[in-house]
Structures are given as structure tokens and as C-alpha cells.
């Protein structure tokens, strides 16, 4: 069956998901019709599935390179040295802006169909959790301001970074350096003062 997601995966890529017909799947992929309906239930239950994988992709590569800095960082100078061009990378780029252009998109596609909302809605909430995580880390370490919860500093650091798609679809979206001025400027205000 992960033949069938990533098939459909690829498809989601690069076009609507109205356009997937679960027999030109199953041919692609080799899969019987019925396995396939077995196993999903509908074309539906198909799609939903290859959104998740695909939410759970883009999340998981997130929180590797964040708890990367975390559990390798020493001294706050390391973590200030390491995190500043992550946070960059986050929002910059072509690449980043389709990524996140593919999260809106679950998201988006999770509102009208509960089975899909209660998928996301829990990869959300274990990003959540994980980044609430690593927030917790860096207050316990000395790092990161322990006057805000964690859990708050974690769901604003989620809205920056899934809110510049508003900014991406914008006829004129603000210079990526004035975005990078902003993140870099939250994330310092978010350190521990020593």
C-alpha cells in the first residue's frame, strides 16, 4: 500500500487531488483495485492517507533539524549560532514556500472531512507536543525566556512559520530579508537575558 500513497503523493504534488482516478493507480503501481479499496476503504480514505504521509513528512524534517540544535548545543552561544540560520532556512526559498504551500493545503482539505481533520489534528498536536519539548530544553538549559509558557512559544513559533503563506500568495510579497529581519528579531526577544 505505501506504493499506492507514494503514487498519490506524487500526483498530490503536482496537481488537484480531483483529478486522481484509483484505477490509473492501480495500474501505475501494479496494485489490485480491490486491495487497494480493501485497505483505504474509499478514494477518499486513499487520499487522506497520502495526506497524512505527506504532513507527517513535512513536520518530521522540521523537528529532526530543531532537536538536532538541541540536543547538540552546549552553551547558548551554539544554540543562538546554530538556530538563527534554521529559522532562515525555515521561510526561505522556493522550496519552503511550496512546502508550506503543501501543509495550507492539508489543512485546508482537513476542514470539510473529519476523517482527515482527526489525522492532522494529531500530527498537529504532537508537533505541538515535540516543540513544546524542545521550548522546555532551552528554558531548562537557560537558553530560552521561562517567563513565557512553553507550549505558547511553541504555538508562536508554529504561526510564523505556517502564517508567511499569507504573504506567499500576495501579488507583492514583502523581500525575504525583511522576513528574516523579523524572525531573527522574535527569536532574540524569545532568549534568556543573561
Known amino acids: 500500500m505505501q506504493t499506492v500513497l507514494d503514487a498519490v503523493i506524487e500526483r498530490l504534488d503536482h496537481g488537484d487531488e480531483s483529478l486522481i ?10 496494485v489490485n483495485y480491490g486491495s487497494v479499496y480493501h485497505h483505504f476503504g474509499s478514494r477518499e480514505g ?22 538536532n540544535i538541541s540536543e ?6 551554539e544554540y543562538v ?14 522550496e519552503r514556500s511550496s512546502r508550506r504551500a503543501r501543509r495550507v493545503r492539508i489543512v485546508a482539505a482537513a476542514i470539510t472531512r473529519p476523517e482527515l ?13 515535540d516543540l513544546t519539548e524542545l521550548v522546555q530544553h532551552g528554558q531548562d538549559q537557560g537558553w530560552i525566556r521561562s517567563d513565557i509558557p512553553a507550549n ?17 500568495v500576495s501579488v507583492d510579497p514583502i523581500p525575504q530579508a525583511d522576513w528574516d529581519v523579523m524572525i531573527l ?6 532568549l534568556a537575558r543573561e
Open 152 to 168: 505558547a512559544i511553541a504555538v508562536f513559533f508554529l504561526a510564523l512559520v505556517f502564517g508567511r503563506n499569507l504573504d506567499d
Open 72 to 77: 547538540t548545543a552546549s552553551t547558548l552561544k
Open 185 to 190: 528579531k522574535m527569536f532574540t526577544v524569545l
Open 117 to 129: 481533520r482527526k489525522l492532522v489534528g494529531k500530527i498537529q498536536s504532537d508537533l505541538t507536543a
Open 81 to 94: 549560532e546554530a538556530m538563527q540560520p534554521l529559522l532562515v532556512a525555515l521561510a526561505a526559498g522556493e
Open 46 to 67: 486513499v487520499i487522506d492517507a497520502a495526506y497524512e504521509w505527506m504532513f507527517i513528512g513535512l513536520v518530521n524534517e522540521d523537528i529532526a533539524a530543531i532537536r
Open 21 to 30: 482516478r484509483i484505477p490509473e493507480i492501480c495500474e501505475a503501481t501494479g
